[in-house]
């Protein structure tokens, strides 16, 4: 059986903390840094550079009246004061579980409010090592090995 996309599957974990009260209609985008492949021409002939994996960066919107908004800024203070980095597990509506370890936050983006919708803020969360697993297709498997 496949689960089919369910955005209310989409969660966000913090240094333990289920982050609360996504705005409206958010995503998270999620984006991988480095690992592009170039083309290039040497002495010797062609050939293919590929980039060092440098892990992934993370976005998410929170309404403005987020209960989260406060562990955020707690966790940005404490990071700033020489705090350590911290493990940010991302589940998509897809069961797709992002993983990324040693995460650290930046200062939020602007504050987007006055508009019909109730206001909003953006968060960016920054790894150099993160992973990726399929919860569907690992429970797929695991069902079709027993039967």
Same mark, same amino acid.
């Given at each position: 059986?496949? +689960?089919v996309y369910n955005q209310k599957n989409m969660s966000l974990t913090i240094d333990g903390v289920n982050i609360q009260d996504f705005h409206e209609g958010a995503t998270f985008v999620y984006t991988w840094d480095g690992g592009e492949v170039d083309k290039t021409q040497g002495t010797d002939g062609a050939g293919i550079n590929i980039a060092a994996n440098q892990g992934a960066t993370l976005q998410f919107t929170l309404r403005e009246t987020s209960r %989260? /908004? +406060?562990f955020l800024s707690d *966790?940005? *203070?404490r990071q700033e004061n020489g705090g350590a980095g911290v493990?940010?597990?991302a589940r998509t509506g897809a069961d /797709? !579980? !992002?993983t990324m370890t040693e995460g650290y936050i930046s200062?939020?983006?602007q504050l987007s409010t006055g508009d019909k919708k109730q206001g909003s803020m953006q968060f960016t969360i920054t790894s150099a090592e993160d992973e990726t697993a399929? !919860? %569907?297709s690992a429970s797929e498997q695991l069902l079709s090995s027993l039967f």
């Amino acid at each position: 059986m496949r +689960k089919v996309y369910n955005q209310k599957n989409m969660s966000l974990t913090i240094d333990g903390v289920n982050i609360q009260d996504f705005h409206e209609g958010a995503t998270f985008v999620y984006t991988w840094d480095g690992g592009e492949v170039d083309k290039t021409q040497g002495t010797d002939g062609a050939g293919i550079n590929i980039a060092a994996n440098q892990g992934a960066t993370l976005q998410f919107t929170l309404r403005e009246t987020s209960r %989260s /908004i +406060k562990f955020l800024s707690d *966790l940005r *203070l404490r990071q700033e004061n020489g705090g350590a980095g911290v493990t940010v597990v991302a589940r998509t509506g897809a069961d /797709i !579980l !992002l993983t990324m370890t040693e995460g650290y936050i930046s200062r939020p983006g602007q504050l987007s409010t006055g508009d019909k919708k109730q206001g909003s803020m953006q968060f960016t969360i920054t790894s150099a090592e993160d992973e990726t697993a399929n !919860l %569907s297709s690992a429970s797929e498997q695991l069902l079709s090995s027993l039967f």
